[in-house]
């Protein structure tokens, strides 16, 4: 059994679909064992995103997910890290497929809705980022 790291983005708490995105990766048969609401500061927002740094995006990115409530979640399931990656989509929403979540609730970039881990190294120092072990109740 693997875990990832999800992130419910400013857009899509603005938009009040938490529970929306919820269901379909429940429905994806992925379990949710650990979540909270928060909002990040640009500091960490920036330290979150630190792989990003230099690209032309990087400041409009780090004021979006500062800019408003996310939900940070831990995610469970077989091959988690990959299918979630799948249930979100791609990453720039015009390009995303039927039935994926940034295709339902993605804007335009940098407006996608969510985020997840792409690869465990990522995985685990995102999970690490924003959650303690006792908050990781299963
Ligand atoms: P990912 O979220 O699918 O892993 P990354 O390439 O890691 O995509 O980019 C991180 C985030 O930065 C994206 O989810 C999106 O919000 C934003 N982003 C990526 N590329 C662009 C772009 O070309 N313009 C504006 N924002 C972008
Ligand atoms: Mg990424």
Redesign the pocket.
Known sequence: MQTTFSMIKPDATAKNVTGAINAMIENAGIRIIAQKRIQMTPTQAGQF?AE?KGKP?YD??VEMMSSGPIVVQVLQGEDVIKRYRTL?GA?NPANAEEGTIRKAFGGE??Y?AV?GS?SPESAAREISFFFAQTEIVG
Do not use: I, V
């Open positions: 995103y990003h995006f409009g990115l979100m990453t970039l940098p996608n985020h792409d």
